[in-house]
């Protein structure tokens, strides 16, 4: 009695008042059909199948166009491989960073960043690991650490900070290729609301934060890059919804 009354319900209405359930809830257009249904009509009732036509159709519906700008990882995607710390090579002071435990210790009391501004530069190849970490260090007091001790290196900041550097910088966030090569036209998608899930955006935020931290020793190539890189980042509706993030012309200093 329940199926026959659904099925003349779809047979009558447009999908968007299916009584199927608020599927706009939903966590993904991928959610398991066979198992939502069998809450909804009895099997060996014949209905089930119409229904799941139904409920695709109303999918339909509610997926949108969206540009997304980071890739989704599944089961079988690998995170981009993290930068071996540099221990050839290494001079002055740098030395004394290849041990982790010291290593650590000397970036988050600030020892590393009172350092630089007294002009003991760190090594280039420590700077050049330092921006690759910040994308991937899931340590938030850590990452700040290096923002701090980056922005204190101004003149290797105008010197190697330029346009492969800004596209690896986003591509170890998760950019997909498309979105971080800016000779590329971008594209929208069909699908639903929230494509990244419980992704977290703490990194991205650190990044952000960053390129503006480095925007007055950055040369105009690369801020040029960055601009047009946070403006193709913030055609993502997910990100641009954000509130925490900071403005993107704030964030390459265009205000100065």
Known sequence: MGADLILKREASSSPETLPLADITNRPSINT??????????A?????????????????ATLAE????????????????????????????????????????????SGFA???????????DEIFMWLISEIPMESDNVLRTSYCNTLRE????????????????????LGGNSTAIDVTKRIHAIQELASPYGKRTWARTRSVVKLLGLLSR????????????????????RAVR????????????????
């Open 241 to 256: 919804s954000d509130s925490s993030f900071p403005k993107s012309s704030n964030a390459v200093g265009l205000k100065h």
């Open 113 to 123: 960043e009172d350092m630089v501004k007294l002009n003991q530069t760190l090594p």
């Open 153 to 172: 290196s101004h003149e290797q900041v105008g010197r190697l900070f330029g346009p492969e550097t800004i596209r690896g910088i986003f591509h170890g």
């Open 43 to 59: 099997e060996g009732e014949g209905g089930s199948h119409r229904i799941k036509r139904a409920l695709k159709r109303t999918e």
């Open 217 to 236: 020793s950055l040369n105009m190539e690369a801020r040029i890059h960055v601009v047009v890189m946070l403006l193709r980042m913030s055609c993502d």
């Open 65 to 108: 166009l969206r540009f997304r700008f980071f890739d989704i990882p599944d089961k079988t995607s690998k995170p981009p491989e993290r930068l071996s710390f540099p221990k050839k090579n290494v001079k002055k002071w740098g030395i004394n960073l290849r041990d982790p435990e010291i290593r650590y210790q000397t970036f988050v």
């Open 32 to 41: 398991d059909h066979d198992s939502f249904l069998e809450s909804v009509v």
